[in-house]
């Protein structure tokens, strides 16, 4: 499956951004889905994951309440919803998908990656 993340930008502590993840290739229902972002300097990090039935979530417990991870799967569509954003999710944003994945959060448990998209919080 190819995946194309996209929606990132500059914004002001306090704003919402909405990062989409476009699926190409194979049935995308099939696949869980995660968002993993990473800063310079710094790991990629774990953000938020979905089960591919869609029925189960995980989210890093510094995203807790602010940030919501959906998906559609008619638009072969993963979303990221984020909400009172704080200059430390600086990043860049990764969407990643793995078959029939169940909101796995471990990076290499994830065998398909997007582009990444650059998400600047000014302070």
């Known amino acids: 499956v190819q995946l194309q993340a996209s929606g990132g930008g500059l914004v002001q502590a306090g704003d919402s951004l909405r990062l989409s993840c476009a699926a190409s290739g194979r049935t995308f229902s099939r696949y869980g889905m995660g968002w993993f972002r990473q800063a310079p300097g710094k790991e990629r990090e774990f953000v938020a994951a979905i089960g591919w039935s869609g029925g189960g979530t995980n989210y890093a417990d510094s995203v807790k309440g602010r940030f919501t991870i959906s998906r559609d799967n008619a638009k072969s569509t993963g979303y990221l919803q984020m909400n009172s954003l704080k200059f430390e999710d600086t990043a860049v944003y990764y969407c990643?998908?793995?078959?029939?994945?169940?909101?796995?959060?471990?990076?290499?448990?994830?065998?398909?990656w997007g582009q990444g998209t650059q998400v600047t919080v000014s302070s």
């Open positions: 990643a998908a793995r078959a029939y994945g169940s909101a796995n959060i471990v990076t290499n448990e994830y065998d398909y």
